[in-house]
T-cell receptor
Framework: GNSVTQMQGQVTLSEEEFLFINCTYS??????LFWYVQYPGEGPQLLLK?????NKGSSRGFEATYDKGTTSFHLQKASVQESDSAVYYC????????????FGKGTHLHVLP | GALVYQYPRRTICKSGTSMRMECQAV??????VAWYRQSPQKTFELIAL?????????EQNFTQEKFPISHPNLSFSSMTVLNAYLEDRGLYLC????????????FGEGSRLIVV
């Protein structure tokens, strides 16, 4: 069945460091891929999405490329800020084979000032 | 922009009583609404997917008898947690799908259930 794997449970960086959050997925279809961000006390917010394989999505300095070859959708940011501290979820959208949206386990980013 | 409001934000209820939570989509038409429970470990469990004019699909371990859902129109959905016990604690999130933006889910800020 469809699945999403995020490897890191927690990432701690200093401001201006490079962020890389690993995400791989498994599906037989062609779903949309998302990254959501959840700040403390709030619901998840859409950060970016990519609907087509081999395309890149970007928002607020974050980028992710939908790579069908490696079935990956890693999240990157060149220079993090303390305000980026949050939990980030890689999400597999539904497609013709499945109706569910599948969340990764989340990666807690902690950026030190 | 697309906004989703959930209320109440937080409820403390006695064990064995029930809690109803509501989800309001503003600025878009929510053709389907997914109800999730987020555990203290931050993982998401899908409870059910509700699509207007279709049967509600409940996930394994969740039933209509325990989590009845109403989705009467394209802007509103409600879910009740009946006979709540300690294992029902958590943050309940409503994710509404915008008909005009494909499969993007817009989430409310959640309704936190505390059972004492």
């Amino acid at each position: 069945g469809n699945s999403v794997t995020q490897m890191q449970g927690q990432v701690t960086l200093s401001e201006e460091e490079f962020l890389f959050i690993n995400c791989t997925y498994s599906t037989t279809g062609y779903p949309t891929l998302f990254w959501y961000v959840q700040y403390p006390g709030e619901g998840p917010q859409l950060l970016l999405k990519v609907t087509t394989a081999n395309n890149k999505g970007s928002s607020r300095g974050f980028e992710a490329t939908y790579d069908k070859g490696t079935t990956s959708f890693h999240l990157q940011k060149a220079s993090v800020q303390e305000s980026d501290s949050a939990v980030y979820y890689c999400v597999l959208g539904p497609d013709t084979n499945a109706y569910k949206v599948i969340f990764g386990k989340g990666t807690h980013l902690h950026v030190l000032p | 922009g697309a906004l989703v409001y959930q209320y109440p934000r937080r409820t403390i209820c006695k064990s064995g009583t029930s809690m109803r939570m509501e989800c309001q989509a503003v600025g878009f038409q929510a053709t389907s609404v997914a109800w999730y429970r987020q555990s203290p470990q931050k993982t998401f469990e899908l409870i059910a997917l509700s699509t207007v004019n279709s049967a509600i699909k409940y996930e394994q371990n969740f039933t209509q008898e325990k989590f009845p859902i109403s989705h009467p129109n394209l802007s509103f959905s409600s879910m009740t947690v009946l006979n709540a016990y300690l294992e029902d604690r958590g943050l309940y999130l409503c994710g509404a799908r915008d008909r005009d933006s494909g499969n993007t889910l817009y989430f409310g800020e959640g309704s936190r259930l505390i059972v004492v």
